[in-house]
């Protein structure tokens, strides 16, 4: 029996005119894996929640057509009885887990089943052990890592033994090993008979997994449906992102992009420092250091991308730097002052920090509302609060929104007002977690560009597991893991290593090594678009 089939599905907002899906039709079997691709908005988020039945449930509004599950229609059947059948997965693992600590999490589903103790802890301790984490199962859900949140997403679905997953954009917290180990699991559960549905931007990862079909939705209907080979010739390579080998392939027949030129980093004889972080350790519990003996500097013009695995410390360093944590031992300097004795209110004016979960940081009714909030409490003159809230909605591609409440806009959207929000403090120093998680590569390439070509940041720090963003963007790389700093370079010295990415589990992509086979040439790194009117790179 055909595991799901939707048939002239549409479906329209109850708040909006227009419908957010247009008579989409397609079919997958038990053993198959699709690939969901599309800008932010073409509608993949709401193909999932009229799937799993969320809409028109939770989420109000009109829908046409069929979802039919293993044969049945899912408008007559409870979300509880769908739960047993589609498992979902969702972008932000922080909407997902309730429970404190990882084995109650996972038990969640399974005893509103109502099953047996005994079953419970086995199928516990079967997922567990299916995706490599029993050593978290005592852990306190709160402090695990973005990575580590995402697979005990993951393990308390598939606890529940679904027969058809659905996935949104798993590999945005994990790092470039810890996706390939995701994406072989994934294959894995398709051979073993599970029909899977991925949403995901970071399609050159899924494709090593040899997707069966590839759907691409734009603006809310089906643009392509079919192999993987066909997908290249279809898609706007500015919007959606693409191996670089199939960018390299039609940019070259384009006109040469404009070119991005930012300033150099300055050299460490050229003054003091932003920041300073001087043999720093710190643990969250006393018997378990998170970063050791940390000796780094910031300086004006330094845009930095922080790399490494997922719970390596990287989100712990950048914290030390805003204040909201302090050295067990060492200590931290912002413009010469130990943050001991510094407010995070008063770091705020020279370092501003997006969080990687932009539920940890939104909270006012509108979007204008929480861009205002940190310059009026920064006690900026109010014509400077409305100019700076406007350019950073322009620069986020936001424009339309102000009125909406945060918290009811997509993760990416989410994300992109946190960043908004920091943009309109006009902080010094620009501190980023994970600032293209949820975005498509058209917004994230946008502001990016827009962010470094700022006049008023004096330098830009930004953790990330996207290898190509430290490549296009990095004039410094640093390495962290196991809480110790493994690195510090220049992209071209640091990302040219493979054995060292290896070994911190980075993963070299195809736009890294066609940088590095050009490098002599074009003696510096460069986006796709550029890298393709460079002479002598072979697609």
Same mark, same amino acid.
């Given at each position: 029996?055909?595991?799901?089939?939707?048939?002239?599905?549409?479906?329209?907002?109850?708040?909006?005119?227009?419908?957010?899906?247009?008579?989409?039709?397609?079919?997958?079997?038990?053993?198959?894996?699709?690939?969901?691709?599309?800008?932010?908005?073409?509608?993949?988020?709401?193909?999932?929640?009229?799937?799993?039945?969320?809409?028109?449930?939770?989420?109000?509004?009109?829908?046409?057509?069929?979802?039919?599950?293993?044969?049945?229609?899912?408008?007559?059947?409870?979300?509880?009885?769908?739960?047993?059948?589609?498992?979902?997965?969702?972008?932000?693992?922080?909407?997902?887990?309730?429970?404190?600590?990882?084995?109650?999490?996972?038990?969640?589903?399974?005893?509103?089943?109502?099953?047996?103790?005994?079953?419970?802890?086995?199928?516990?301790?079967?997922?567990?052990?299916?995706?490599?984490?029993?050593?978290?199962?005592?852990?306190?859900?709160?402090?695990?890592?973005?990575?580590?949140?995402?697979?005990?997403?993951?393990?308390?679905?598939?606890?529940?033994?679904?027969?058809?997953?659905?996935?949104?954009?798993?590999?945005?917290?994990?790092?470039?090993?810890?996706?390939?180990?995701?994406?072989?699991?994934?294959?894995?559960?398709?051979?073993?008979?599970?029909?899977?549905?991925?949403?995901?931007?970071?399609?050159?990862?899924?494709?090593?997994?040899?997707?069966?079909?590839?759907?691409?939705?734009?603006?809310?209907?089906?643009?392509?449906?079919?192999?993987?080979?066909?997908?290249?010739?279809?898609?706007?390579?500015?919007?959606?992102?693409?191996?670089? #080998?199939?960018?390299?392939?039609?940019?070259?027949?384009?006109?040469?992009?404009?070119?991005?030129?930012?300033? #150099?980093?300055?050299?460490?004889?050229?003054?003091?420092?932003?920041?300073?972080?001087?043999?720093?350790?710190?643990?969250?519990?006393?018997?378990?250091?998170?970063?050791?003996?940390?000796?780094?500097?910031?300086? +004006?013009?330094?845009?930095?991308?922080?790399?490494?695995?997922?719970?390596?410390?990287?989100?712990?360093?950048?914290?030390?730097?805003?204040?909201?944590?302090?050295?067990?031992?060492?200590?931290?300097?912002?413009?010469?002052?130990?943050?001991?004795?510094?407010?995070?209110?008063?770091?705020?004016?020279?370092?501003?920090?997006?969080?990687?979960?932009?539920?940890?940081?939104?909270?006012?009714?509108?979007?204008?509302?929480?861009?205002?909030?940190?310059?009026?409490?920064?006690?900026?003159?109010?014509?400077?609060?409305?100019?700076?809230?406007?350019?950073?909605?322009?620069?986020?591609?936001?424009?339309?929104?102000?009125?909406?409440?945060?918290?009811?806009?997509?993760?990416?959207?989410?994300?992109?007002?946190?960043?908004?929000?920091?943009?309109?403090?006009?902080?010094?120093?620009?501190?980023?977690?994970?600032?293209?998680?949820?975005?498509?590569?058209?917004?994230?390439?946008?502001?990016?560009?827009?962010?470094?070509?700022?006049?008023?940041?004096?330098?830009?720090?930004?953790?990330?597991?996207?290898?190509?963003?430290?490549?296009?963007?990095?004039?410094?790389?640093?390495?962290?893991?196991?809480?110790?700093?493994?690195?510090?370079?220049?992209?071209?010295?640091?990302?040219?290593?493979?054995?060292?990415? +290896?070994?911190?589990?980075?993963?070299?992509?195809?736009?890294?090594?066609?940088?590095?086979?050009?490098?002599?040439?074009?003696?510096?790194?460069?986006?796709?678009?550029?890298?393709?009117?460079?002479?002598?790179?072979?697609?």
């Amino acid at each position: 029996m055909t595991a799901l089939h939707i048939d002239r599905l549409t479906f329209r907002y109850r708040d909006r005119p227009e419908p957010s899906l247009n008579d989409i039709s397609f079919q997958a079997q038990a053993g198959e894996l699709l690939l969901l691709a599309g800008a932010s908005g073409s509608g993949k988020t709401t193909l999932i929640r009229c799937i799993n039945g969320l809409a028109p449930r939770s989420y109000k509004g009109e829908l046409q057509g069929q979802v039919l599950l293993q044969g049945q229609d899912n408008t007559g059947l409870t979300l509880a009885r769908i739960s047993q059948v589609v498992g979902t997965v969702l972008q932000d693992p922080e909407r997902q887990i309730l429970g404190t600590r990882v084995r109650s999490e996972v038990a969640f589903g399974l005893e509103n089943l109502g099953l047996n103790r005994p079953e419970i802890n086995q199928r516990i301790d079967e997922a567990l052990e299916y995706l490599g984490i029993p050593h978290l199962s005592q852990r306190e859900t709160f402090n695990l890592s973005g990575g580590e949140k995402q697979k005990v997403a993951l393990a308390g679905v598939l606890a529940m033994r679904p027969s058809i997953l659905l996935l949104d954009e798993p590999l945005a917290s994990l790092d470039p090993a810890s996706a390939q180990e995701t994406l072989q699991m994934v294959r894995r559960l398709v051979d073993e008979g599970l029909c899977v549905l991925i949403i995901e931007h970071r399609i050159e990862d899924v494709l090593a997994i040899r997707p069966d079909q590839v759907m691409f939705l734009e603006n809310g209907e089906m643009r392509y449906h079919g192999g993987v080979e066909g997908l290249g010739k279809v898609v706007n390579y500015h919007e959606i992102k693409l191996p670089a #080998p199939m960018i390299l392939q039609r940019a070259a027949r384009d006109a040469p992009p404009p070119e991005v030129i930012f300033k #150099p980093a300055e050299t460490p004889e050229s003054g003091a420092p932003l920041v300073r972080f001087e043999n720093v350790s710190f643990g969250y519990q006393r018997e378990q250091a998170v970063l050791e003996g940390i000796n780094l500097e910031i300086r +004006r013009g330094d845009v930095i991308a922080v790399l490494g695995p997922n719970g390596a410390g990287k989100t712990t360093l950048v914290k030390h730097a805003i204040g909201l944590l302090k050295p067990r031992h060492g200590r931290v300097l912002v413009n010469g002052k130990d943050t001991r004795q510094s407010s995070v209110a008063q770091i705020a004016n020279t370092l501003g920090y997006v969080f990687q979960s932009p539920s940890h940081m939104l909270f006012a009714p509108t979007v204008q509302e929480e861009l205002a909030f940190g310059p009026t409490n920064l006690r900026h003159a109010p014509e400077q609060i409305a100019r700076d809230v406007e350019e950073a909605i322009q620069i986020v591609n936001l424009s339309g929104r102000q009125k909406d409440p945060p918290l009811s806009l997509s993760f990416g959207q989410q994300k992109r007002v946190s960043i908004a929000a920091v943009l309109a403090m006009r902080s010094r120093i620009l501190a980023m977690d994970e600032p293209t998680a949820g975005q498509d590569y058209r917004n994230y390439m946008d502001f990016m560009d827009s962010i470094l070509s700022l006049p008023n940041f004096a330098a830009i720090l930004f953790i990330t597991h996207d290898v190509d963003l430290a490549v296009i963007y990095a004039n410094r790389v640093l390495l962290i893991n196991q809480g110790r700093l493994v690195a510090d370079g220049k992209p071209e010295e640091v990302l040219s290593d493979f054995e060292t990415l +290896r070994q911190n589990r980075l993963v070299p992509t195809s736009l890294l090594k066609s940088n590095l086979q050009a490098l002599p040439r074009s003696g510096r790194f460069l986006r796709a678009e550029a890298l393709a009117h460079c002479s002598g790179i072979t697609p």
